[in-house]
């Protein structure tokens, strides 16, 4: 078994309203240290072995369903694992 875990981010030259909001709040809240925030997404896979290829296999989950290759970049990192 693989757990995969996918980080999806906006790409840089997409406005972030929700990091913004939150560079606001910190801010407010006495962080004055905070130059910039952006909010992302996490996503965490478990798949059993498949015939294809792990990367290729998530590459295509990423660019069918949990990307929007339009306004967001991803990058993922594969660990195999025992199985239960």
Known sequence: MYKVKVF???KESVI???G?????ALQKLDFSEVEQVR???????TL????KN????????CKSLLVNEEVEEYAFEVEEVQGK
């Open 39 to 45: 909010v992302g997404k996490f996503i965490e896979l």
């Open 48 to 51: 059993n072995k498949t015939d």
């Open 20 to 24: 913004t909001a939150t560079k606001s």
């Open 8 to 10: 999806v981010s906006l």
């Open 54 to 61: 792990i990367e290729e296999a998530v590459h295509e989950m």
């Open 16 to 18: 972030d309203p929700q």
